[in-house]
């Protein structure tokens, strides 16, 4: 069980904007920044999104991510079936140890 | 450009110790705020952190790991290496090398490796 908590599943049709949340507690996620990181099945994940809502390059402004105390969300708008694919954030805690979540995974009717 | 690859035993049996090598290029571990972590993912679950070593030689464990992990660098080969002692069946999982940022308490992978194999059995 993670420490941090995602929905484990989400869905919605293309060119519908989704949510996916993700919750933790004042040792993470309250005291630091989080990650959004994307992987394909078969593939190595992907950041998405760090330091709460900033893009790497090549990733489309279609993903956005925002934090709020102890739980942050990442939004997808204008959904594409190439977006099914499993959403993982991740963050820092202050017993030094890299978190992440449990996943979700999306998929694009 | 960056890349990350990790080699290392595909099978080992139960109780041996698994070394893994993260072998990279386009990127120096002694640059400020430059790590390299291992992540690992069990079959069908979810991404778990192992380790990170940064520029500066600190080490960090998951915690629930600790005792078994040990994480070194070799800056001038630009290699990683992990080893997990005591293996067992439950560690049977794809074991990933990332480049990892770190900026005060924030830390973030942009480059992964393509990912290794690892299974545990007699």
């Known amino acids: 069980q993670s420490v941090l908590i995602q929905p484990p599943s989400a869905s919605g049709t293309p060119g519908q904007r989704v949510t996916i949340s993700c919750s933790g507690s004042?040792?993470?996620?309250?005291?630091?920044?989080v990650n959004w990181y994307q992987q394909v099945p078969g593939t190595a994940p992907r950041l998405l999104i760090f330091s709460n809502n900033q893009r790497p390059s090549g990733v489309p402004d279609r993903f956005s991510g925002s934090k709020s105390g102890t739980s942050a969300s990442l939004a997808i708008s204008g959904l594409q079936s190439e977006d099914e694919a499993d959403y993982y954030c991740?963050?820092?805690?202050?017993?030094?140890?890299?978190?992440f979540g449990g996943g979700t995974k999306l998929t694009v009717l | 450009q960056v890349t990350l690859r990790e080699t290392g035993p595909a099978l080992v049996k139960p109780t041996q110790t698994l070394t893994l090598t993260c072998s990279f290029s386009g990127f120096s571990l002694t640059t400020s705020g430059m790590c390299v972590s291992w992540i690992r993912q069990s079959p069908g679950k979810a991404l778990e952190w192992l380790a990170l070593i940064d520029w500066d030689d600190y080490e960090y464990y998951n915690t629930s790991l600790k005792t078994r992990l040990t994480i070194s660098k070799d800056t001038s080969e630009n290699q990683v290496v992990l080893t997990m002692t005591n293996m067992d069946p439950v560690d049977t999982a794809t074991y990933y090398c990332?480049?990892?940022?770190?900026?005060?308490?924030?830390?973030?992978?942009?480059?992964w490796g393509q990912g290794t194999l690892v299974t545990v059995s007699s």
């Open positions: 991740a963050t820092w805690d202050n017993s030094l140890n890299i978190l």
């Open positions: 990332a480049r990892t940022h770190n900026y005060g308490d924030e830390y973030y992978s942009d480059y």
């Open positions: 004042n040792s993470n996620i309250g005291s630091n920044t």
